[in-house]
């Protein structure tokens, strides 16, 4: 490229507004935290890898933890709409078809952006990402809740039914976060279809032994 064409190309670049370069900042953080962890996500690095001035980063966000708080609502919100896709397909003629078919729902909306999923399940320990996944389950669960409680009404006629449901909750959840660990796991062979049936079966099987 030349150099006309690079100055040409940055002098663009420095003109973007706040609001057109705060998804590009949220790129960089993201790319920071995969590679070198949450903790060296900040102000001058960011800068470094958009080639541009730390006042111009400033300019959309105030500081650091803001950045990785915006980072975070974005890419758990992801999350919290992928169990949501997985729920709403969740169908078929019995519960191993509505477990299977949900698993692989979801396993596959991890695998279009699985450099998403990393940054929040490896960083869990950083108070920051932890709070935000806390509040992002809570809402899942009511999410599932509503999927669920038909559902073991209808195959498995559970006696106590309010009694019960808190627990299979908190195992359906648990289920969805091993299946995506299990898909980011790179020594994992499967497609998220073979795991997603083999995650669909086994909660499948769980639920029925809660009858």
């Known amino acids: ?23 590009q900042v949220l790129d960089a953080a993201l790319a920071i935290s995969l590679e070198e962890g949450v903790g060296e996500v900040t102000i001058g690095a960011i800068a470094k890898r958009l080639e541009v001035t730390r006042p111009v980063v400033y300019a959309c966000f105030a500081d650091r ?4 708080t915006a980072l975070l609502e974005r890419e758990t919100g992801r999350l919290r709409d992928a169990l949501v896709t997985a729920l709403r397909s969740a169908r078929g003629d019995g519960p191993d078809d509505a477990f299977v078919t949900g698993f692989r729902a979801l396993l596959n909306v991890v695998a279009e952006r699985p450099q998403s999923w990393r940054v929040v399940f490896a960083a869990q320990p950083d108070r920051a990402v ?8 809570s809402e899942m669960a009511v999410l599932a809740s509503g999927w669920i409680r038909p559902v073991v009404t209808k195959w498995w006629q559970i006696e106590d039914v309010d009694a019960t449901l808190p627990v299979l909750i908190e ?23 073979e795991l997603g049936e083999l995650y669909g079966r086994m909660v499948s099987s769980a639920f029925a032994a809660a009858r």
């Open 1 to 23: 490229m030349s150099n006309a064409a690079m100055t040409d190309q940055h002098g663009r670049a420095a003109h973007l507004g706040p609001e057109r370069r705060r998804p």
């Open 171 to 193: 195992f359906f959840l648990s289920s969805c976060e091993a299946a995506v660990r299990s898909l980011l796991d790179e020594s994992t062979t499967q497609t998220p279809d």
């Open 65 to 68: 933890v803001e950045i990785i």
């Open 130 to 137: 932890s709070d935000r996944f806390t509040r992002v389950r």
